[in-house]
């Protein structure tokens, strides 16, 4: 128990010293940076970023019908933006506070003239959706070729420094589908017949999922204020939801007139299966697959301005 204790002292002591005493005038560990130009120990940089963003879910993926990190497509990528705040000790090992809003999709329909019998099902399943992303995270960075002695009296190192990264953050999502020109939010139709009796292990799912990023990225420094970066992030997460499919079996629609108000109740007949258009009825295959949890990966560029590198 003390250890663990001291553990978790030891963790919140780090981030305390990575972020704050640097903004309270840290002045321990200073080392030459360029002619005329020193900076402290830690640097800190703020910064914002945009990009593409797209989804791993039950819905849509690639032709060949692969399936996790393999099934990643760019097919109806969204736009995405985010800002971040940037501690980084000594060049190699960086702390982020990152906040990214954006939009994730995916469409069947881009599977027409798939190649395996797995994506040709979902072609004919016809289901498509949308959600919009808001997430925050903390991410740890290392930058492996910026590892030196600073005992020594220079500071000459690439500007060029690939990095690989990970974290924690949660993310908030809102699942929609189009019905008749309009984008409806699918959650409260409870087109998987969660909360309803019949279905005692189908429980209304909650819209904020907990991420953990996973990536890698090449910063490059212009100058000394300023800095260019390429980042991949893949997130995984823990919930099956983000595209409201989950599982196997199909609701029976008789049971939306029971626990729906009757306009919603004809909504989610309707979007329940919307294979019909395509090969009725579809409610003889899966409609989703339980075993694996949604993911989604943002692909973005970003600039940063140092804020305590000084002469």
């Known amino acids: 128990m003390a250890y663990i204790r001291q553990s978790r002292f030891s963790g919140i002591r780090f981030v305390f010293i990575l972020f704050f005493l640097p903004v309270c005038g840290w002045s321990q560990g200073y080392y030459f940076y360029d002619f005329g130009h020193y900076e402290p120990t830690v640097v800190l940089d703020v910064g914002i970023h945009a990009g593409i963003m797209n989804s791993i879910t039950d819905i849509g993926g690639n032709k060949n019908g692969s399936k996790g990190i393999g099934a990643l497509t760019t097919r109806s990528s969204q736009l995405g933006i985010g800002a971040a705040f940037t501690a980084t000790y000594k060049d190699f090992l960086a702390l982020r506070l990152e906040l ?6 995916q469409f069947d329909s881009t599977l027409a003239d798939a190649t395996s019998p797995t994506a040709k099902g979902r072609y004919e399943r016809n289901l498509h959706f949308r959600s919009s992303i808001f997430d ?12 030196r002695n600073y005992t020594i009296n220079d500071r000459y190192f690439p500007r060029l420094s690939p990095y690989v990264c990970l974290g924690v953050g949660a993310t908030f999502f809102n699942p929609q589908a189009q019905y008749q020109g309009r984008w409806i939010d699918l959650s409260p139709l409870r087109l998987e017949g969660q909360g ?18 996973v990536g890698f990225g090449f910063r490059y420094e212009v100058s000394r204020t300023l800095f260019l970066r390429a980042e991949f992030l893949h997130r995984f997460t823990n919930s099956d939801y983000l595209d409201d499919v989950s599982e196997k079996n199909w609701v029976d629609p008789s049971l939306f007139n029971k626990y729906l108000q009757p306009d919603q109740a004809a909504i989610a007949r309707q979007l329940y299966n919307r294979s019909t258009t395509i090969n009725p009825p579809r409610n ?3 409609r989703g697959n339980p075993g694996e949890t949604d993911t989604y990966w943002s692909a973005v560029l970003k600039i940063g301005i140092c804020i305590n590198r000084s002469r």
């Open 284 to 286: 003889t295959r899966p």
């Open 100 to 105: 990214n809003s954006g939009r994730v999709a």
């Open 196 to 213: 309803f009796d019949e279905y005692p292990d189908r429980q209304p799912y909650s819209k904020t999922m907990i991420a953990l990023p």
């Open 136 to 147: 925050m995270g903390l991410l740890l960075e290392f930058h492996p070729i910026l590892l």
